[in-house]
Every structure is written in structure tokens, then in C-alpha cells.
């Protein structure tokens, strides 16, 4: 009798945990069968039969998200100018996103393009949605899109969670890094010396900029990257002068620094020796390291 009881309750056990199994692999299969929608950046509602597997990214931003979150081993394919983090240029090379080797992303066979172009009348995204591709428009250009961007990312990959920890631990940071007094220090941003061109309030990386706490003198031109004069710039008088670069180059840098000292020997930034380069890779990127674009800023003006 005893032993009868023992065998009955080992058994109750065992069917117990296989039905344990099989509510938990139904469960895990539920979830990956689950269907959702996601709405791009051109307001399109893309919607899926279950996560992705297989995704090439059309921009260097998106791809950095990716590994952030943790979700590189998804990615079949980037650009040739996606290099952050050093791992990403293991991935297969589709080209660039403005001309990507169509027959390269056809060989990957992706199940969803991410691509950055700022609306579905782009070129490359009717060539490749013609091809019959999924596709997915991400085009984050500001700190909202940013947030949008890691958002989508987090959805289609699945990672809800690992996005929302970062968007917190983002916007977390960001005021500890800005200064108190935003805006009292008056910029040049520079995109390029000849010719010499700024921006104005509308791009992202002015944003970066004012995040910094410096005020843009160009932020209320029409648009958005002008060409401008030494002479106005003197007469405006920056206090600083920002310069996304390759910072590697050091060589064309001290070049761009000369011909700037030179021309503008007269405004309070060469005065000071306020000529500030930086990575233009952060400066240009919208995507998880804008915190390190304006740590960066902070720590490289001289207050005096």
C-alpha cells in the first residue's frame, strides 16, 4: 500500500511537471506567434506575425540601438558606415543606405529592413519595397525621436523591457550632464569649413548643443545647414566654437584650427581657445550615445 502511494504521488509529480513544460513551451510559443503592429516615422502601421529573425539595418544609429539592447545577434546585415560599437563591422556590409548592394541584401534574405530616410517617397525605399521587402522607416531627429527609435527597436524585437531601462537610464542622465545655466554661453557649430556652413534650432545636433548649454548665434535661420561669412560670425562673437570632426585626423584638424584662428582672431572663442572638435559620429548620430555628445561638450569648454 505504501509503496503504491509513493508510486502514485511520483507519477502525479512527473505529469504535474510535463504539464508544467507544456504550459510554459505553449506560452513561449504564444508569445512568439503573437501578432503586433508598430508605427514607423511616416506614420505607416507595419505590422508583424511574429519577431523578426533576420534584419539589416539602413543606419548607423539604428544599428548601435541594436547593441545596446542586446539584440545584435539579429542582425543579418549593416551598412558600410555602421563601425560603433568595433563588433558591428563583423556584420555582412550591404553598402550604404543612400546606395545599398541590392544583390548583397536580396543573398541575406532579411525578414525586415530598418532603414533612415526621412519619408517612403525616398528612392531606395520604394526600390526595395518594389523588391517585396518588409520594410520599417526609423527616422529619429530628435531626443524624442531618439526615444521613439529605441522604442520601436524594443517591439519588434521583443526586448520592451531592455528598451524601457534604457530610455530611462537616458533621460536619466541628461540633466545630470547639462549645465544649470542653459544657453548663457553663446556657439558657432560648425558642419564645414570651405565653405563654412552651420546649422540652425531644427537639427539634432543643435540640440546636443543647447543640452550642453550653449546657444546656437545661427539657431533661427530658415535653414537648416546655411553657408555662412568670417566677418559675421565676428561680428556675433561666439564664445565657443563646436566642430564635429574626425578626430582622429589630426593632421586636417590643426588645418581647420588654423585657417579659424586666423579668420577670426578677434572673437572670444579663439581668444580663450574655446575651438572645440568633436567625434562627429556622436555629433551626428542620433541614437543611444547622446549622453556622451554632451558629457563630452561639458567637459571640453573652459570656463574662465
Known amino acids: 500500500m505504501y509503496r503504491r502511494k509513493r508510486l502514485l504521488k511520483a507519477l502525479t509529480k512527473i505529469l504535474f511537471f510535463n504539464l508544467s513544460l507544456l504550459v510554459f513551451s505553449c506560452d513561449k510559443l ?8 508598430v508605427k514607423d516615422d511616416s506614420g505607416l502601421e507595419v505590422k508583424f506575425d511574429s519577431h523578426p529573425q533576420r534584419i539589416i539595418s539602413l543606419g548607423p544609429n539604428i ?19 555602421c563601425d560603433y560599437p568595433s563588433q558591428a563591422k563583423t556584420k555582412t556590409n550591404t553598402g550604404s543606405y543612400l546606395s545599398p548592394d541590392y544583390e548583397t541584401i536580396s543573398s541575406l534574405n532579411p525578414d525586415l529592413i530598418i532603414i533612415n530616410v526621412e519619408s517612403s517617397n525616398n528612392p531606395t525605399y520604394q526600390s526595395l519595397k518594389n523588391m517585396g521587402f518588409k520594410l520599417f522607416l ?3 531627429k530628435d531626443l524624442n525621436g531618439i526615444y521613439k527609435m529605441i522604442g520601436d527597436i524594443g517591439k519588434i ?3 520592451n523591457q531592455r528598451a524601457d531601462q534604457l530610455i530611462k537610464k537616458i533621460s536619466s542622465e541628461l540633466p545630470d550632464v547639462s549645465y544649470s545655466d542653459v544657453n548663457s554661453v553663446s ?9 563654412l556652413m552651420t546649422t540652425n534650432d531644427k537639427t539634432f545636433i543643435n540640440e546636443i548643443s ?8 545661427y539657431a533661427g535661420e530658415s535653414q537648416d545647414y546655411p553657408v555662412i561669412n568670417y566677418e559675421d560670425v565676428v561680428k556675433r562673437n561666439p564664445d565657443v566654437i563646436i566642430f564635429p570632426a574626425d ?15 586666423e579668420k577670426m582672431h578677434n572673437s572670444g572663442a579663439v581668444k580663450t581657445g574655446n575651438i572645440i572638435f568633436i567625434d562627429d559620429d556622436i555629433m551626428f548620430r542620433p541614437g543611444p550615445r547622446i549622453t556622451e555628445a554632451v558629457k563630452t ?3 571640453k569648454y573652459k570656463r574662465y
Do not use: M
Not at 32 to 37: C, Q, R, V, W
Not at 187 to 195: H, Q
Not at 247 to 261: C, G, P
Open 138 to 140: 526609423s527616422h529619429a
Open 210 to 217: 543647447e543640452l550642453s548649454g550653449f546657444k546656437n548665434i
Open 297 to 299: 561638450l561639458r567637459n
Open 247 to 261: 578626430t582622429l585626423n589630426t593632421a586636417k584638424n590643426s588645418e581647420f584650427e588654423k585657417e579659424i584662428t
Open 187 to 195: 556657439a558657432l557649430i560648425l558642419i564645414a569649413v570651405n565653405p
Open 30 to 37: 504564444s508569445e512568439n506567434n503573437t501578432k503586433f503592429t
Open 63 to 81: 544599428t548601435e540601438t541594436f547593441f545596446e539592447l542586446g539584440a545584435d545577434s539579429l542582425l543579418a546585415g549593416v551598412t558600410e558606415y
Open 157 to 159: 524585437t521583443g526586448l
